[in-house]
């Protein structure tokens, strides 16, 4: 019964990526893109592993996914466009597919059979077992995992609080606060304006 489902839910997977490529609509796409992860959580969940199925909804569904919809959403962009360049990039993506497909089969072929384990395993739990390898063995490739992401975070801050053109006006609180009290009136001649001298 698990290998019935584990085929039956990787055909689905399958499915449901080409679908994500051969939709005309860019939000039927990331909606088939959302039921792609869903259906690779309950892959997980077959393999016991529990932790990366719930990790896998939440950040690829709950975050990206769900970004990319708003993300499409919003943007009116003209999608016409794409389709008519669809058909002359078809004969590169078939070809790539291809050569893939014939990689993994001959990865396939030239992996070693393990050995069957005659002596029990001791049971351990999917967390306990990430765990100790991500603060063992890739200790250094986690932290910069997140340093990296750190850097990205400052990065579109940066980008975002930065002025995109300096002769932009924009409103300085400190100078508008610290202004003296006093008003000066100035008779001003039509057509010719006035020129502000900050006494400061």
């Known amino acids: 019964m698990v290998y019935f489902l584990f085929h039956f839910f990787a055909a689905l997977i399958v499915l449901s990526a080409v679908a994500v490529v051969y939709v005309s609509n860019p939000v039927y796409s990331v909606l088939f893109l959302i039921l792609t992860f869903f259906i690779s959580s ?14 896998v ?3 690829y569904v709950g975050a990206v996914a769900v970004l990319f919809l708003f993300v499409v959403m919003m943007l009116d ?48 739990s999917n967390v306990i077992a990430i765990g100790n390898l991500i603060y ?4 250094y490739i986690f932290h910069l995992s997140g340093i990296l992401l750190l850097i990205s ?26 202004r003296p009290s006093s008003i000066k009136y100035v008779n001003v001649k039509v057509k ?3 020129n502000y001298e900050d006494s400061n």
């Open 42 to 55: 309950t892959l997980f969940i077959l393999l016991g592993a529990e932790l990366i199925a719930m990790l």
């Open 57 to 59: 909804i939440i950040v």
């Open 77 to 124: 962009i003209n999608y016409s466009r794409f389709k008519n360049g669809f058909t002359k990039y078809l004969a590169i993506g078939l070809l790539c597919g291809v050569i893939l497909f014939v990689n993994i089969v001959f990865i396939i072929k030239q992996s070693v059979t393990a050995e069957l384990v005659t002596e029990p395993v001791p049971y351990v």
């Open 136 to 139: 063992t063995e890739y200790m």
């Open 153 to 178: 975070i400052v990065g579109a801050l940066v980008l975002t609080l930065r002025a995109k053109n300096s002769s932009v006006r924009r409103q300085n609180i400190n100078m508008q606060i610290n």
């Open 192 to 194: 010719e304006g006035v």
